[in-house]
């Protein structure tokens, strides 16, 4: 086992570099003027854009900026935003907290939710409430979140207002509550449908089969054979979700003003805030690496049958 | 002589009960209380450093924080002095001495000097990377030999005493337009030698409120200053800044009452001037913000004024502002908005005019109209959306309008190029007329503003007098010229000038409609009354 973290952590050093190298040159490709960016508007003295260029190396050839930058980054340097004048890793780490809350808080709505409606409408397979959570479950996958976000933020502030509108609020736990909301829903539905799947799939299976043949009752063979093996799948399923939902969580950051990674990764892009989209993209994709691995390591623990190696 | 008395006795009440009326108006401002208010703008707030940004977004909140030497007054539409007032100007017009108003304070409890306001500008011009707002201070006289690195101080700006200095300019302009600006704010050196390149984040200024809180892309909260330098000011507790880009997020938050005041966008403005209730407590302003389309003269057909002026001719913007923007935009005459010092009350603008338009088209040999194509954003006061309405109009005249959509970076990019036909964009056209008007100088490179190469020798000269007269009358009759010069060229179509609007709950009291942007509401002045459901105990 610990051979196998080890191998893995090592693969990452050149998956990172891989990944790095794709996200330099892609945001240094971008059409547009960084150093007018880096001021916060488009109309400045020629001689303030031609000094900004020089104070960022934007002058300097891509090729040596990204020796540079993977240079600074190998002793933990993520560089200096071009905005706000100071470290990237305090910009990008300042951020991960508020996404990783949302990302877990929708994920548990995502799990409580979507995988009980999924073992239902997989246990009651063809019958009218099956197709009922199926319209329920397709309903949830296709609602924009955007849309979602405003009609519960109408609903729930404005209407009975019980809960805030937007923002972070110091943490409370009242503030998550609508953007967790709007950001679960649709994975929820998402998982209920794979999970529906994947018992579907386990219940057709032999070893079901014989079980139900030896007389054992309908919770021993759910709890004992169906739960435990479409849980891989299920598993597989929300790691997924999760390294997804760190990436998906832009448009409920912004509507309900989260100060979340989503969020500043766009708007880095958008104002050309070069070093600041390259730190995020970048914790995203690590997020996304320990996620797969963390899951890897449980495989093994759900079934000790699968091999490492 | 009885009457006489009893008159004068009269007259004396009644001036005393006018002072009394005066001051209660003043009185019955309430004091403490937090007020909501909203960063509405592109995404997060990126530093409280006054001079390490230019982005609106961050100084909304800084010109809370800090004071700059002048403020812009929109009673007077102008600046006029903040934490100077000018004692003398000198005959040429170029230096100008002035005096510190006394008990102005820094929030770490220092008195502010002449000191400070010197080693504050010295700091924008020496910082690396450079202050974006550096611009506006090398208007004093040494400031570029000292931001090269030739010179050890502005030898243009001089300390006479700890309450006394001087500035010496390059050139004849008003310094208010360069020093109100809140990029150009005071900082206290220690404050900023202490923190380094984290001064940003936790800023220390001498404004009406004090930095509290910032919890990055949510909020910002700022809190009294109780040493601040206008007595009795300000009247809030707290103030809070919610970074809300969505609108239709700041609109239910606002009718919920968690926010006190929004700005309000293209889509909601008819809901809002529509309604009985929210109606009542709308602020709206036009400010000094262009939006217009520039015509590329290296495009062949758009280098002849007369195809310029029929296009002016053949587009009804009443229509499109009244219709298409629901009214949010306020209708064009020249480059500067009403709210300008320079504003011409008489000029008229061109008018629709299909018939004349033709003929013009006619004239210029383009009966048979041309192509254009019209780059944008996709903002939905001055985008693309904006382009395909005026299609149709143009078609009258056999044009062919097509579109195309980019992002904004990329638009600049093709601006300062040259590699367009027509561009829709908005550009700034104040505070200051002169300046503004000066985008459109022959001397101005296309990078600094004069993006369609416009050159007109008479427009010049105008412009060169007006910036040699002391007499602001004749100044600004002269600018009146030019600009009437500038708008029958047609060197642009200007469709509009921006109504910024801001919407309040019946509890506030004090926002003003600010034309050099509407969200620089100075909160010394504002206060909340009693049927606030955040109001002072």
Request: hydrophobic residues 45%; contains cysteine.
């Amino acid at each position: 086992m610990h051979r196998f973290i080890l191998k893995r952590l090592l693969q990452f050093i050149p998956t990172v570099i891989g990944v790095t190298l794709i996200i330099f040159l892609l945001l240094n490709l971008v059409p547009g003027n960084a150093a007018l960016s880096s001021a916060g508007r488009l109309e400045l003295d020629p001689e303030v854009v031609a000094q900004l260029r020089k104070d960022f190396e934007l002058d300097k050839p891509v090729i040596v900026r990204y020796v540079n930058y993977l240079g600074r980054l190998a002793q933990g340097d993520m560089g200096k935003s071009m905005l706000r004048r100071y470290d990237v890793s305090e910009v990008v780490f300042g951020r991960l907290g508020a996404t990783l809350k949302l990302a877990c808080a929708a994920l548990a709505i995502a799990l409580i939710v979507g995988i009980p409606i999924g073992f239902i409408s997989a246990l009651k397979q063809g019958t009218w409430l099956d197709i009922g959570l199926a319209v329920v479950s397709v309903a949830g996958v296709s609602i924009p979140q955007f849309w979602l976000g405003i009609l519960l933020m109408y609903v729930f502030s404005y209407m009975f207002n019980i809960l805030p509108t937007s923002g972070y609020g110091g943490g409370a736990f009242s503030n998550l509550i609508l953007p967790a909301l709007t950001l679960g829903v649709g994975y929820a539905a998402l998982l209920a449908r794979i999970t529906r799947a994947a018992v579907i799939e386990v219940l057709a299976a032999d070893y079901v089969r014989t079980a139900r043949a030896k007389g054992l009752s309908a919770l021993a063979i759910n709890l004992r054979h169906v739960m435990r093996n479409s849980f891989v799948l299920i598993l597989t399923t929300s790691a997924l979700l999760f390294g997804s939902l760190m990436g998906q969580t832009v448009v409920v950051e912004r509507v309900f003003s989260w100060p979340g990674v989503g969020s500043l990764l766009v708007e880095s892009i958008f104002q050309r805030d070069i070093p600041v989209a390259q730190g995020c993209l970048l914790l995203i994709i690590m997020v996304f690496l320990i996620v797969n691995l963390v899951v890897d390591i449980l495989y093994r623990v759900i079934n000790p049958r699968i091999d490492f190696k | 002589m009885k009457i006489k008395k009893v008159l004068t006795l009269l007259t004396a009440l009644t001036c005393a009960a006018g002072g009394i009326a005066f001051q209660s108006h003043a009185e019955t401002a309430q004091k403490g209380g937090t007020f909501n208010f909203v960063a509405p703008y592109d995404g997060s707030i990126l530093s409280l450093d006054p001079h390490m940004t230019s982005k609106e977004q961050d100084l909304l909140v800084t010109s809370n924080i800090f004071r700059s030497l002048y403020q812009w007054s929109v009673e007077e539409n102008r600046p006029i002095g903040e934490l100077a007032n000018v004692s003398t100007i000198s005959d040429d017009g170029l230096t100008y001495t002035y005096k510190l108003n006394s008990n102005i304070m820094f929030h770490n409890g220092r008195a502010m000097t002449s000191d400070d306001i010197i080693w504050s500008w010295q700091r924008m011009l020496s910082m690396k990377p450079v202050s974006p707002n550096a611009g506006h201070i090398e208007i004093i006289e040494g400031a570029e030999a000292y931001k090269a690195g030739d010179a050890k101080a502005i030898s243009g700006l001089n300390r006479i005493s700890d309450s006394e200095f001087s500035i010496k300019l390059t050139k004849r302009v008003d310094p208010g337009y360069y020093f109100y600006l809140p990029g150009t704010a005071i900082v206290p050196h220690e404050a900023v030698e202490a923190a380094g390149d984290k001064f940003g984040l936790a800023p220390i200024g001498s404004g009406p409120f004090k930095f509290g809180e910032w919890v990055n892309g949510s909020h910002v909260t700022l809190t009294k200053f109780d040493n601040y330098y206008e007595k009795g000011k300000p009247y809030l507790d707290t103030l809070n800044f919610r970074i809300m880009q969505e609108g239709a997020a700041r609109d239910i938050s606002f009718k919920s009452g968690e926010l006190d005041s929004i700005l309000i966008e293209a889509a909601q403005y008819p809901q809002y001037a529509n309604d009985p209730k929210l109606s009542k407590n709308l602020i709206e302003v036009a400010e000094m913000y262009t939006r217009l389309i520039n015509l590329n003269p290296k495009y062949k057909p758009l280098a002849d004024r007369r195809v310029r002026q029929a296009i002016s001719l053949a587009i009804n913007e009443d229509a499109i502002n009244s219709r298409f923007l629901k009214g949010k935009a306020v209708n064009p005459i020249g480059w500067l908005p009403p709210t300008s010092e320079g504003f011409d009350p008489n000029a008229k603008g061109f008018g629709y005019d299909v018939e004349k338009a033709r003929k013009l088209m006619a004239e210029a040999g383009y009966a048979d109209g041309f192509d254009l194509e019209v780059l944008g954003t996709g903002n939905e006061s001055y985008g693309v959306g904006v382009v395909e309405v005026l299609g149709q109009f143009l078609d009258d005249i056999n044009i062919k309008v097509t579109t195309q959509q980019l992002e904004g970076g990329i638009l600049y990019d093709r601006l300062v190029a040259d590699d367009y036909q027509g561009l829709i964009w908005s550009f700034g056209s104040g505070p200051d007329p002169l300046k503004a008007l000066n985008r459109w100088h022959s001397k101005t490179a296309n990078t600094s503003g004069n993006y369609v190469h416009y050159s007109n020798a008479e427009y010049d000269a105008l412009l060169d007098k007006a910036g040699n007269t002391n007499d602001q009358a004749a100044r600004v009759d002269l600018l009146r010229r030019a600009d009437r010069i500038f708008q029958d060229d047609a060197s642009v179509w200007i469709f509009n000038y921006n109504k910024a609007v801001l919407a309040s709950q019946p509890w506030v009291h004090g926002m003003k409609g600010v034309a050099i942007e509407i969200m620089y509401q100075d909160f010394a002045d504002i206060w909340i009354d009693s049927t606030s459901p955040r109001a002072g105990k």
